[in-house]
Each structure stands twice: as structure tokens, then as C-alpha cells.
């Protein structure tokens, strides 16, 4: 199996290395648009700012590319986000995939922005989730958020219920950061790479 981590300007992905290389999975690191499209499954994972991160998408053209791919394709924290159709960070325009705006979430006394830590997910709809108990515990660091929406297929609940988890076609992505979050994490990275 060929399995890629796109390369862009978003953050560590250093996390997500180290946690397919306790699965024992071979992958490459890269941009190319030839090793993107020839892979058997996708990760687009990202810690960073919105804007940044979408203006060097564009930059090297990936902002179309990765809409267009049709094996597995699994999006993490900011890689979620910048699937959706907008996002209030920095006002910016992302690729669409999931048809939801990402919005900053609200402030409530009591309650910290980010939402920073172990959290758990319920209401799963999707066959990553397929080995895990009601309610797992997974990671998560984040400001922004995607709403519920038609493509939700599991759901945190921080201030407000959120999307943990969206899925459309072939693109599977998770607000929380699965290559930390545990056994949890790793049956989820195990369930994508065995699509």
C-alpha cells in the first residue's frame, strides 16, 4: 500500500509520521501532484492558521488537486477545515469538499478558547469508528469549528456540539488529532489505511 502525507505549510506532521510508523505502514512526504494522485490513501493533516495554510495550497496548486482525488483521503484538524466551504480564520475561502463554514466557537464564561485536551465523540455514522465503545476519548486543540451539518458523522460537545468527525464520497475527516489520541486514534488511522 502507498500511502502519502501531503506536504504544505501547516504545522508538525512529524505526530502523524511517528504513528504510522508504529502501524508499520510505508509512506512518503511530498507536494508532487504525480505521488499525490499514484498514492492508494491520502492524509492531509495540519496544525497552523487557516489563511497561511490555504495560501500555500494554492500556491502549489493543491487547493485543486486534492477535491479531485478519488481513493481515501483523510483530512486532521486544520486539514478538516480547510475542506470546508469557509473558514472565520482569517476570513478564508477553503476547497469546499464538505459543504459547511467553520466558525470560531462562541464565547461562554467558564469554558477556555482553544478547546485543548481529550474530549469524548458519540453518534458515530462512519466505518472508521467501527471498533470504538460509545463515547471514545480522542485530542483535540482548536478555536474553530464546524457546525453539525449533513456531513457529520460523529460529535463532540465543547460550548456546542460540533463535528468531530465529516465524511462525503471518498473524504473522511476528523477535528481531533488521531495520531495522539491514543488507541482510540489509532483504530481510526488503522480503519482509513484498511478502506
Keep these: ?22 502501524l508499520g505502514v510505508n509512506y512518503s512526504y511530498t507536494d508532487s501532484e504525480e505521488e499525490i494522485r499514484g498514492a492508494d490513501k491520502v ?3 495540519g496544525v497552523g492558521e487557516a489563511s497561511s495554510a490555504m495560501a500555500y ?19 486532521t484538524c486544520v486539514g478538516m477545515q480547510l475542506m470546508c466551504r469557509y473558514s472565520e480564520e482569517g476570513d478564508t475561502r477553503c476547497m469546499g469538499i464538505f459543504d459547511v463554514d467553520v466558525r470560531r466557537f462562541p464565547q461562554q464564561e467558564g469554558f477556555k ?32 469549528m464546524a457546525p453539525v451539518c449533513e456531513h457529520t458523522v460523529a460529535t463532540c460537545d465543547y460550548i456546542v456540539p ?6 462525503k464520497d471518498n473524504f473522511y475527516a476528523a477535528q481531533f488529532h488521531c495520531e495522539i489520541s491514543g488507541d482510540a486514534g489509532q483504530k481510526i488511522l488503522e480503519r482509513f489505511l484498511k478502506l
Excluded: C
Design 1 to 22: 500500500m502507498n500511502t502519502v502525507i501531503i506536504k504544505y505549510n501547516a504545522g508538525n506532521v512529524r505526530s502523524v509520521m511517528y504513528a504510522l510508523d508504529r
Design 43 to 45: 492524509i492531509f493533516p
Design 57 to 75: 495550497l494554492k500556491e502549489k496548486r493543491l487547493d485543486r488537486l486534492i477535491p479531485s482525488l478519488r481513493q481515501p483521503v483523510l483530512g
Design 113 to 144: 478558547v482553544p478547546h485543548m485536551g481529550w474530549n469524548s465523540i458519540f453518534d458515530y455514522r462512519t466505518p472508521l469508528t467501527g471498533e470504538l465503545p460509545e463515547n471514545a476519548y480522542v485530542y483535540f486543540v482548536h478555536s474553530y
Design 162 to 167: 460540533f463535528s468531530a468527525l465529516l465524511q
